[in-house]
């Protein structure tokens, strides 16, 4: 490897902190810094990196800073992000972009009018498993795709993840979105990634064991993409498992993700795949590989902010129990 990156932290808020630090530690990279609104997560998740509490200023001036890392509340990202921006390097911003439509598309101003090199947390779409139904889509495999749909699901409510360290993420104020967002996210990511943008969209949100006040801990969502295809989407903090993860219908082909990947082409008979396309890296080890001078592709500004409007649809039409248009400019 190259020469150790120095690395700064700008809030250590979200769940996804500690993986992210170990991850880190693992390759021997730098602490250039830490910050947080919290100076005691601050001080903490700095000793862990071996590096030194520093405000935004400090970080956003030094020169020797390689790259920031914003693992924050989603409430405060553009705050976070318009404070380093004017330096230039490349930034890790934790999904979902932001609180609202409003407040995504500022942050991809902020972004696209500072060349920023991003990457956010979407993972999913680098396993081998997806990287090979990403293949058969683009090869037309699935013939016309008439029906998609995909599943994100765990136990984080039934389990209390949320209850301490964490409570902040099914607190809508700071996080924007409850469950069905939190993690919704990556399956609307994939939906997204596949089979293009959507036009319309709207959902049910449930409440679910009520643990966490005015939090929706499960959904399903209601896509209707530019293609002609119609998607559903399931997201959940109060599932004991996740077996069915991706479904394809198509006129020519089938997919079903359920543990394993299983195809049909137009005989209709399920097979499982045994030789799979390589898997890709993707999220916060992608930005790590891309720094280390990898290919990856990195997800864009766009990209992510997209998935923010059609998740904001999905929250608004279910709150009125509409259909919500998509302006053109996602599609």
Same mark, same amino acid.
């Given at each position: 490897? %190259? ?32 910050? $947080? ?42 705050? @976070?992000?318009?404070?380093?921006? /004017? ?15 409003? =407040?995504? *598309?500022?942050?991809?101003? *902020?972004?696209?009018?500072?060349? =920023? =090199? ?7 779409? &680098?396993? /081998? ?6 293949? /058969? ?26 209850? *301490? ?17 939190? @993690?919704?996210?990556?399956? @609307? ?16 949100? &449930? ?11 499960? &959904? ?5 993409? *530019? ?28 997919? @079903? ?13 399920? %097979? ?16 790590? $590989? ?35 248009? =998509? ?5």
């Amino acid at each position: 490897m %190259s020469a150790p990156l120095n690395l700064a932290w700008v809030g250590v808020a979200h769940i996804h902190t500690p993986g992210f630090s170990g991850e880190v530690l693992k390759r021997k990279h730098l602490c250039a810094g830490v910050y $947080d609104r919290d100076a005691a997560k601050a001080a903490k998740n700095a000793t862990k990196l071996g590096g030194k509490v520093r405000t935004l200023a400090e970080m956003a001036s030094d020169k020797t800073v390689d790259a920031f890392i914003i693992t924050s509340e989603t409430v405060h990202h553009l705050e @976070l992000l318009n404070a380093i921006a /004017k330096a230039g390097k490349p930034v890790f911003l934790e999904k979902p972009l932001g609180t609202s439509t409003e =407040i995504s *598309t500022a942050l991809l101003e *902020t972004l696209e009018s500072n060349k =920023i =090199i991003f990457q956010t947390g979407y993972f999913q779409r &680098g396993s /081998k498993e997806m990287q090979t139904v990403k293949k /058969k889509v683009d090869t037309g495999h699935f013939g016309t795709i008439t029906r998609v749909r995909a599943s994100v699901c765990h136990n984080g409510a039934l389990g209390g993840w949320f209850d *301490t360290d964490w409570r902040w993420m099914a607190d809508r104020t700071q996080s924007g979105v409850g469950a069905f967002g939190d @993690l919704g996210t990556h399956g @609307l990511d994939l939906l997204m990634w596949l089979f293009g943008g959507v036009k319309s969209a709207t959902g049910v949100l &449930g409440m679910g064991t009520a643990r966490y006040k005015g939090c929706d801990e499960f &959904g399903e969502g209601l896509l209707k993409f *530019t293609s002609g295809a119609i998607g559903t989407l399931t997201a959940s903090w109060d599932d004991v498992a996740n077996p069915v993860r991706l479904q394809i219908s198509g006129t020519k082909g089938h997919a @079903l993700l359920n543990g394993e990947l299983q195809l049909a082409g137009a005989d209709g008979k399920m %097979s499982v795949v045994t030789e799979f396309e390589p898997a890709a890296p993707a999220g916060f080890p992608g930005f790590l $590989d891309y720094l280390e001078g990898k290919h990856v592709d990195l997800v864009k500004p766009r990209e992510a902010t997209a998935r923010d409007v059609v998740m904001d649809a999905i929250y608004k039409g279910a709150e009125s129990q509409t259909w919500v248009e =998509i302006c053109s400019d996602w599609h």
